[in-house]
């Protein structure tokens, strides 16, 4: 498992953080947490999703089918307030059912269970949002023709978007 995260993060990033480490130890095997995803026009207008990995370089993280789970942080351009900091993000979750829970069944509910259950120290009940399934509505505003074939099992896709306040 690999969770990429800045070396002395503060305010949203801390935040991130955090979260990450949780998820560092949700029990799946052969995973990547990224912290903060930046939606990137490419040539011809296709917008990918990717991470910075250091140096000015990014990378296209939700291409890798070597990994049986890949997450990420979306986090909304605008942030409310000024003492008390709160921001919208979506985490999202791309992962190989079948490798993680070791069967030939399709365990959507169980992964999302299993991502909450790690997740919800850090958000409050009335911060969260939704949950979203559908593989377009996850990927909402990216070009998805690359990892297209992620749309069915033994691939499951899914987002959890919520409010999350801070402080500097």
């Not at 919208?88 to 992964?111: F, G, P, Q, W």
């Not at 949950?131 to 998805?144: A, H, L, M, Q």
């Amino acid at each position: 498992m690999t969770v990429y995260s800045k070396t002395n993060p503060i305010g949203l990033d801390l935040q991130l953080q955090r979260i990450q480490k949780r998820i560092d130890s949700i029990g799946w095997d052969n995973i990547d947490v990224y912290g903060k995803l930046h939606i990137n026009e490419k040539n011809k207008g296709i917008k990918v999703i990717e991470a910075h990995v250091g140096s000015g370089e990014y990378k296209d993280v939700f291409i890798d089918d070597t990994k049986n789970a890949v997450f990420g942080f979306i986090v909304s351009d605008t942030r409310d307030k000024l003492a008390m900091i709160k921001c919208n993000v979506k985490l999202i979750c791309s992962c190989r059912v079948d490798k993680i829970y070791n069967t030939t069944e399709t365990m959507d509910e169980e992964a999302i269970s299993d991502v909450l259950r790690v997740i919800s120290e850090y958000i409050l009940l009335v911060n969260q949002n939704n949950i979203v399934t559908g593989f377009s509505s996850v990927f909402e505003g990216i070009s998805i023709d690359k990892f297209k074939f992620r749309n069915m099992y033994p691939w499951f896709n899914f987002s959890i978007s919520f409010m999350l306040s801070y402080k500097y």
